[in-house]
């Protein structure tokens, strides 16, 4: 079974400042997916970000980019410039291939943007 | 373009009764899913449907049925309501091919109390 770790519950930022929020995993499975949610106050679930294992290459995403490190199992997500609106909780998932497309989530990290 | 909607938004419902939360999608999405969301769990499966008539469960099924007669349709019923089934429920879907992103979309979350 595949584990999905974030490490800090919460966190903040002043405005316009980078962040960076960790997540580690642990799976015996060698191809997956990783993916970033984000969770505004409305509750609504919106994907950030997602990373296929298989590729070297870190996800980017205007704002939004990770650092995937296969061999560490570790999957953070980095936040440049900072705004108000990136206020919300973040999860961190993991889907192997072929796998149902079932989902695998931490327990998040709420973010606060200070203005 | 309507997406996954949910309904109920709110619900609320005494011990011992029976409750259905409604999903529909618009994508003709093959694989639908139902999350619940409690403070500490993150996001935990409970059933999922690869297609119509066909459903598996997930990580906390226990006291839930569902039922995917049409593709677009996945129903969660509660069929006698306790405490302990207060949370938050999303249901989402994806699409699976040979050369499309197997990514899941979130509805907007259905939050449901018990007394």
């Known amino acids: 079974a595949q584990t999905v770790t974030q490490s800090q519950p919460e966190m903040s930022v002043q405005e316009a400042e980078t962040v960076t929020l960790s997540c580690t995993y642990d799976t015996s499975e060698n191809n997956y997916y990783l993916f970033w949610y984000k969770q505004p106050p409305s509750r609504q679930m919106i994907l950030v970000i997602r990373q296929e294992a298989y590729k070297q290459q870190n996800a980017t995403e205007n704002r939004f980019s990770v650092n995937f490190q296969k061999a560490a199992k570790s999957f953070s997500l980095k936040i440049s410039d900072s705004q108000l609106g990136d206020t919300a909780m973040y999860f961190c998932?993991?889907?192997?291939?072929?796998?149902?497309?079932?989902?695998?989530f931490g327990t998040g990290t709420r973010l606060t943007i200070i203005p | 373009d309507a997406g996954i909607t949910q309904s109920p938004r709110y619900k609320i419902t005494e011990t011992g009764r029976q409750v259905t939360l409604m999903c529909h999608q618009t994508w003709s999405h093959s694989y639908m899913f139902w999350y619940r969301q409690d403070l500490g769990h993150g996001l935990r499966l409970i059933y999922y449907?690869?297609?119509?008539?066909?459903?598996d469960k997930g990580e906390v099924p226990d006291g839930y049925v569902v039922s995917r007669s049409k593709t677009e349709n996945f129903p969660l019923t509660l069929e006698s309501a306790t405490r302990s089934q207060t949370s938050v429920y999303f249901c989402?879907?994806?699409?699976?091919?040979?050369?499309?992103?197997?990514?899941?979309?979130f509805g907007p979350g259905t939050r449901l109390l018990v007394l």
């Open positions: 449907s690869a297609a119509a008539d066909i459903t």
């Open positions: 998932a993991f889907m192997k291939y072929f796998g149902n497309e079932k989902l695998t």
């Open positions: 989402a879907s994806s699409y699976t091919g040979p050369t499309v992103e197997e990514t899941q979309y």
